[in-house]
């Protein structure tokens, strides 16, 4: 386990996407963090109080958590001093790039000469199997998204957590850097070599009896150019009963693609229930969540009733509107015996 | 570049499908080829002369080839046994495991001790980026297929050495480990980290502005519980102008999988050049490739006639039937002025 309580990192980063690790960590585990650390001139703040390296770890913090999704997960210049600076402060160090710490040989002799650790969220097990897509008991949703960064794994751990309030057994199964460290576990599953993508979630999320649930975090998009294979060995790994679409209305275009637009719902979740239908046959969309954080309080409700009017499923924004409606969805019906959205 | 001349190891394989690498090593560079070793009882054969260890490093064998294709990769007791009876005769050891020759100390201890060279031809290069989908210039074809092991690597080389033969610059670019054995070069996209499939392909089949073509190795299959993701990225990275379907006919399941049916040829040809639009959207499908080598040569033909009929495309076996009528229709019009397979 990770020493918390944990400094989050922000840094000169200006896009909120790029900072998501961090924010995660605010919002969901937010009593283990006891402050941010920013650039001059960052625009950004998860609301935390703004400290620097020494000012931190005498406020507590055990952690600083590089908590930045990069496109290609570089760790750069600015990570490796900042990192230095918090061990020189006695804190660890936390990150989810696909450049590990531990092959930074600085980071690794300040480490060793300060008694401090790193730690790479991102190292996938090391005995993964290939997926092989046999019918497994258990009920598990998946999360999918018309592109990378749109919601899907705060959706997946408020449907958990409203199972749970209901009384329902039901387990966040963490694919990415963010929802492995407020989880405590998980599989990254953009970071498995490539042939291991839907064997590491059968892996993450196997047979289970209990009648529980496994809310399986999504990642990329079928449509997106970077990410899709992930995308989809996670769909066919996943075996889902039940997909929830993810959405941020008025994106301009995929995340890290000027120019490239972002698919439609309607064709999102045909194309997502399509390829899902290899390994889960009655496989159903249960719900849509916007992320409407955007948008004016009318203008969202506003959005959300006419989704459902067009997609004939519940939908809501998570964080602003709940989910109560996606979990009645989810729990009116038995398994194997749902409609899909085809059908209608 | 890997000492030749080699010997190939069949072990004690029974299913053909399990010694592809070293019969493509067979089948394109048999002139590099001095045995096959096998043990008591494989019931397989490449039509070379069977040897021991010493004596192929006798006939001037310099490296056994670990030509095995198993799911996930594994090298097992027995191949670590025998590289190391190679190494003691004095021969280099080539291997595309995701399990490494390098991981196993007692190979790297013989290799060192008697100045010989282990050789994983599946690691990817260290500086991948992700692929961005951005259109490039140049001509690219894809194979594609309803299943793994199926022909798409026979299929990719026979067009490329097809278009050479008519004063077409053409290059075969390998994305497996018998693929990179037989060209010397490229890869191995199964074995890259899964963020980074798509950036592979671009990084194999970058920007070209000589008129000349790449035929690029499909892997996978955008069916296969396993391996879908990695057909997906590198269908996405491919960017492709031009889709070879390959097939066997009366494969009884999908390779690894009892009991899950392969997929038909009108749907894999419409699933491949549906995804293949996100990147290409001209793309067009060329021909289809089976493996008929099963079959006699009229039921072939008729197979064959019966599958241009139904699809609309020509329809060959690469071996038995050669690739004219493809190369024929790939060369017949301009790019991005195509009609797909969709509007027949």
């Given at each position: 386990m990770i020493p918390g309580p944990f400094l989050l990192y922000l840094g000169n980063?200006?896009?909120?996407a790029d900072v998501k690790t961090s924010r995660g960590l605010a919002e969901f585990r937010r009593e283990d963090c006891v402050g941010e650390y920013r650039d001059d001139?960052?625009?950004?703040?998860?609301?935390l109080p703004r400290m620097g390296m020494a000012e931190a770890a005498a406020a507590g913090a055990r952690t600083l958590v590089l908590g930045i999704a990069s496109a290609g997960g570089r760790l750069g210049p600015e990570l490796v001093a900042a990192a230095s600076a918090a061990l020189e402060a006695g804190m660890n160090i936390a990150a989810g790039m696909?450049?590990?710490?531990?092959?930074e040989p600085r980071l690794v002799a300040l480490a060793a000469e300060k008694g401090l650790r790193l730690f790479d969220v991102r190292d996938p097990p090391p005995d993964l199997a290939v997926g092989k897509g046999y019918p497994r008991p258990g009920r598990r949703l998946l999360t999918v998204g018309t592109?990378?960064?749109?919601g899907k794994m705060y959706t997946t751990i408020a449907l958990a957590r409203a199972l749970r309030a209901r009384g329902v057994a039901a387990d966040f199964r963490a694919t990415g850097q963010t929802g492995i460290l407020i989880a405590g576990k998980g599989i990254?599953?953009?970071?498995?070599?490539?042939?291991f993508i839907s064997g590491a979630i059968e892996r993450l999320a196997p047979a289970r009896d209990d009648d529980g649930w496994d809310l399986i975090e999504g990642q990329g998009s079928?449509?997106?150019?970077?990410?899709a294979g992930v995308s989809l060995g996670l769909l066919h790994g996943a075996q889902p009963e039940a997909l929830v679409l993810c959405d941020e209305p008025?994106?301009?275009?995929m995340r890290g693609i000027p120019g490239r637009p972002v698919p439609g719902l309607a064709e999102t979740l045909e194309r997502n229930l399509e390829a899902a239908?290899?390994?889960?046959?009655d496989v159903r969309a249960v719900g849509v969540c916007l992320?409407?954080?955007?948008?004016e309080r009318r203008e969202a409700l506003r959005l959300c009733a006419r989704t459902e009017d067009e997609l004939g499923l519940p939908c809501t924004d998570?964080?602003?509107?709940?989910?109560e409606a996606i979990i009645d969805n989810l729990l009116c019906a038995e398994p194997s015996a749902h409609a899909t959205i085809a059908s209608h």
């Open positions: 980063k200006t896009d909120p001139g960052c625009p950004l703040t998860l609301g696909h450049e590990r710490l531990r092959n592109d990378c960064s749109i990254a599953v953009d970071a498995v070599v490539a042939d079928l449509f997106h150019p970077s990410f008025g994106r301009p275009h239908r290899s390994t889960s046959p992320n409407t954080s955007k948008l998570p964080i602003a509107f709940g989910v």
